[in-house]
Every structure is written in C-alpha cells, then in structure tokens.
C-alpha cells in the first residue's frame, strides 16, 4: 500500500486558527469597517455640509482608533483589553502594608 499522506490526513496543524489578512483577524477588519460605516451615518447627521472638513477628520480619525484598539499589544493582548484591564477594579490583588502590622 502507498502511504502518501504520511500521518497527514488533511486536518490543518491548528483547527482553533483564525483566518487573518495583512495581519489582522476578519472579525477586526469588519469591526473597523463597521465604526467607520456608523461614523459615515452619524457624522451626516451631525455635521452641516459647510462643515466637511471636520466631517472628513471625524471619519478618519474614528476608523485610525478603532484600528488602534484591535492592533495587539506586547502582551498579546489587543490594545481595547488592556484598556478594560487597566480600568477594571483589582479588589483582591493589593494588600495595604499598614494593614499588616
């Protein structure tokens, strides 16, 4: 008998991988294109027409931070994570020292 496969049998290394485009995850892409869809429906409602400028820095500057908050850190987390980590409260984590004495 032929053995061609040799042990791979078509399943893929990682079947938990997701599928990522210049770096970034579907899901991210669509969640930047989405804020800068609502910031387009938003932003015609807010700004009048002689103010396109602002509207146009409004639209850029929405997709730039949403883009920023799914980019990874460091840590491997995404920057949006860090955030609610940094903000979330630590009750158990910290010990007062004039407690201990």
């Known amino acids: ?6 042990g791979n049998y078509g399943v893929p290394r990682d079947i ?11 899901l ?7 804020s800068t869809l609502l910031a387009f429906v938003f932003g015609t409602k807010i700004f009048p027409n002689e103010q396109w400028m602002q509207f146009l820095a409004f639209m ?3 997709a730039i931070w949403t ?3 799914v980019l990874p850190t460091n840590g491997g987390k995404k920057n949006w994570k860090t955030i609610y980590l940094f ?12 407690r201990m004495k």
């Open 1 to 6: 008998m032929n053995n061609t496969h040799k």
């Open 16 to 26: 938990n991988a997701r599928v990522k485009i210049m770096g970034l995850i579907i």
């Open 28 to 34: 991210d892409i669509i969640f930047v294109g989405g």
């Open 60 to 62: 850029v500057l929405t």
């Open 67 to 69: 883009l920023y908050l």
């Open 87 to 98: 903000f979330r409260r630590r009750r158990h984590r910290y010990i007062s020292i004039d």
